[in-house]
T-cell receptor
């Protein structure tokens, strides 16, 4: 079974530029999460999708961050314009869903390391 | 709001030493608990998880964790560490299926051979 795919793996941009990250979850996984991991901290949820609908975006800085999962499969996360404090690793994770905790394990992609100069 | 505390930021051990990493969470209801590991250059992967039943949970690579409800703790243990256990370890909690994980800040484990 292929894992969660993310691209690019690394990105360096200047502040005020825009950037986009892509995630392809494990096939058949209905739930997709984007997390932000700042150096020295644990991952923090930005947004959660169930199929193509948003379940939780309460911690997404909506003035500059946006995300979509139009066909309920892959997803993009965009930052526009970027700030210095957006430097972090952006992780995508997916779960099969279905409401059962026994199968509700999150599988993570390799992440995209963003550096904002 | 739920939160997770990991007591040790950086732990340094020699091979064959025993390991215990502390994790405490703040949430009064039913929780589901996880330990994830991130080896150098690799992505986060699940070590073990607790949903219900036996509070002593066994995971991959000889790791285990014990859920102590009265102490709101879920400490990770391994009797004898190896150099290959060098990694960052994250404790995480979720309150119900379908919700996101809440992570601690992580503990970096360095094992010298």
């Amino acid at each position: 079974e292929a894992g969660v795919a993310q691209s690019p793996r690394y990105k360096i941009i200047e502040k005020r530029q825009s950037v986009a990250f892509w995630c392809n979850p494990i096939s058949g996984h209905a739930t997709l999460y984007w997390y932000q991991q700042i150096l020295g901290q644990g991952p923090k949820l930005l947004i959660q999708f169930q199929n193509n609908g948003v379940v939780d975006d309460s911690q997404l800085p909506k003035d500059r961050f946006s995300a979509e999962r139009l066909k309920g499969v892959d997803s993009t996360l965009k930052i526009q314009p970027a700030k210095l404090e957006d430097s972090a690793v952006y992780l995508c994770a997916s779960t099969r869903g279905g409401g059962s905790m026994l199968t509700d394990t999150q599988y993570f992609g390799p992440g995209t390391r963003l550096t904002v100069l | 709001a739920q939160s997770v505390s990991q007591h040790n930021h950086h732990v340094i051990l020699s091979e064959a030493a025993s390991l215990e990493l502390g994790c405490n969470y703040s949430y009064g209801g039913t929780v589901n608990l996880f330990w994830y590991v991130q080896y150098p250059g690799q992505h986060l992967q699940l070590l073990l998880k607790y949903f219900s039943g036996d509070p002593l949970v066994k995971g991959i690579k000889g790791f285990e964790a014990e859920f102590i409800k009265s102490k709101f703790s879920f400490n990770l243990r391994k009797p004898s560490v190896q150099w290959s256990d060098t990694a960052e370890y994250f404790c995480a909690v979720k309150s119900q299926a379908g919700t996101a994980l809440i992570f601690g800040k992580g503990t970096t484990l360095s094992v010298s051979s």
